[in-house]
């Protein structure tokens, strides 16, 4: 989660795209991003915290809040927010892009599980 937010602090729209789980990618706003990314002064990532659950691939839940300061004044956002690892790096699960999986396909994160033996429930978190 901190190289994350490090990655908006700097403006580095591809890594923030290349620890997206790949399946969400074509899904990701590229130009809501480099706006909000490049308009927003970053104050500071509290990582309150972490949850390795571990199976098979390995899932976690990160909980954080992250502030910030735009035209519009200050702000904060609190999430907790679900990754997946896969071939020893770990990827973002984005609650905002649509996973087109159903519950027995196979799992967008390669895993080779059914979708819903894997992600699916890390998605409701």
Not at 21 to 36: H, N, T
Request: aromatic residues 12%; neutral net charge; charged residues 20%.
């Amino acid at each position: 989660m901190r190289s994350r937010y490090s990655a908006y602090v700097l403006g580095l729209l591809d890594y923030l795209h290349d620890t997206t789980l790949p399946a969400q990618r074509a899904g990701l706003d590229r130009a809501a991003i480099a706006a909000w990314s490049a308009q927003s002064t970053w104050l500071g990532l509290e990582v309150h915290d972490v949850e390795v659950l571990g199976g098979q691939p390995e899932h976690a839940f990160v909980t954080f809040t992250a502030r910030w300061h735009d035209a519009e004044g200050d702000h904060q956002h609190r999430e907790r927010s679900a990754f997946v690892q896969h071939e020893g790096r770990w990827y973002f699960i984005d609650p905002t892009v649509a996973l087109k999986a159903g519950r027995n396909d196979p799992c967008p994160c390669a895993s080779g599980q059914k979708f819903k033996k894997c992600c699916a429930s890390y998605l409701a978190g």
